[in-house]
């Protein structure tokens, strides 16, 4: 058997609170948590480093046998904004080339990371792996409607990263074509490793009784037709607002409530009260309950007690949450965009969706609500994709992929 390798993930804003989870369950800090886990259960060791964001955070912490926390000073130790972040690339990559190194490949998360793990990297003589799990919108394009405006250095970071790096990992291949075509990185650099579900948190069964704490407080769901769930972040990225206006087209005699499950991050702090506003004038406050962040196993019970989770991302490079849904057995309306097509299967798993206009999503809603044998049917066949998905596969492709670079 060959040596197990020492492996560092570089995420400058990853932060360790959320690491095992928090409301935003398809987001990045999902994946490499998962990624670490399962190469450690291979028998390789994998630090996970990032930027201290809070003073009491220590400088190492022991998160399971084989994969470590490890903080770094960046910037004041308190959350940052991430458009914010960048500015303390320097310094993280400081402190980065000040541990001990002994690592067999450096493989960073998200661009402002490999910006600062790549020289350090090339230090060091071993290899730089790059996952971006985001890419910066074109300028003008729909997917920077209402986000804000992307920092100077992003850009030409990503370019730097996509082009200099000794591999790029996409996790869809939907990704893989955004990182050739608007990075410049090299097709025979570019491999894709999907990600996985964690079956023991999203599986089928008997959903527990629908309990969160709702902000404001008020009565929980006891919307006899169900409800629909969204579960994002709550920023114009991620669509909620087309969540909301589609409820409002599904007629009032099938019409289920609508759980909308996600925080609000600095970037966006004043977009929940524009949500609230939508809300009110659909005339759904009963209707529409703002939950707030879950942990992933209550999340995993409210995607099981659902009748239709939502996506409706302007853009994902998967949709993990998608694939979470399918895995509890439930049916899945997203955006036909990005690596949502790569998780969802059209007229098998859910629906995809070419159009945002809300009356359209209100239709699709309405027709699978209509034909509840249909929506059973879907459930179960979601469930069997969702089995595709393997963190113990995606650990044994990333595996693969670092010796290859040796």
């Given amino acids: 058997m060959p040596d197990p390798l020492r492996i560092a993930f570089v995420s400058m804003h990853t932060s360790p609170a959320d690491l095992p989870g928090s409301g935003d369950a398809g987001g990045m800090n999902v994946v490499e948590r998962h990624q670490a886990l399962a190469l450690a259960q291979l028998g390789h060791r994998v630090d996970l480093i990032t930027r201290r964001s809070d003073p009491a955070q220590p400088d190492l912490v022991e998160l399971s046998d084989g994969v470590r926390l490890l903080h770094l000073p960046a910037g004041p130790p308190e959350r940052l ?7 303390h690339i320097e310094e993280f990559s400081a402190g980065l080339a000040g541990l001990d190194g002994g690592y067999d490949v450096l493989h960073s998360h998200h661009w402002m990371s ?39 250095a992003r850009v030409p970071g990503e370019r730097l990263v996509a082009t200099e790096s000794d591999a790029v990992i996409a996790i869809s291949a939907a990704e893989a074509r955004t990182v050739v075509e608007r990075c410049g990185a090299d097709p025979d650099r570019v491999v894709i490793v999907p990600p996985g579900v964690d079956r023991t948190i999203f599986h089928p069964g008997s959903p527990p009784p629908v309990e969160f704490v709702e902000t404001p407080p008020s009565t929980p769901s006891t919307n006899p037709r169900g409800y629909l769930l969204y579960a994002a972040r709550l920023q114009p990225l991620k669509g909620p607002d087309l969540a909301i206006g589609a409820l409002a087209e599904v007629p009032a005699e099938l019409r289920p409530d609508l759980l909308i499950a996600g925080d609000v991050s600095a970037d966006f702090a004043a977009y929940q009260a524009d949500l609230h506003a939508l809300v009110e004038a659909h005339g759904l ?10 942990p992933r196993e209550k999340l995993a019970g409210l995607m099981r007690g659902a009748r239709i ?3 409706p991302s302007h853009s994902e490079t998967f949709g993990l949450i998608a694939l979470e849904a399918e895995s509890c057995g439930t049916p899945v309306i997203a955006s036909a965009a990005g690596g949502l097509r790569e998780a969802v299967v059209h007229g098998e798993t859910g ?11 209100g239709t699709a809603i309405t027709r699978l609500l209509a034909k509840p044998q249909r929506l059973a049917r879907m459930g179960v066949v979601a469930q069997i994709h969702a089995r595709r998905f393997d963190w113990g596969w ?12 040796r």
């Fill in 81 to 87: 904004a991430k458009s914010l972040i960048d500015a």
């Fill in 114 to 152: 490999g910006v600062a793990a790549l020289p350090v990297a090339r230090a060091w003589g071993v290899p730089h792996v790059q996952s971006f799990h985001s890419v910066a919108a074109l300028p003008g394009s729909a997917l920077s409607e209402g986000e804000p405006p992307e920092s100077p």
């Fill in 285 to 294: 406050s009963d209707a529409v309950h703002f939950i707030g962040p879950q």
């Fill in 309 to 311: 989770v939502l996506v």
């Fill in 351 to 361: 629906q995809l969706m070419d159009s945002r206009q809300p009356e359209d999503w």
């Fill in 394 to 405: 995606t650990a044994r492709l990333l595996e693969l992929h670092y010796r290859e670079l």
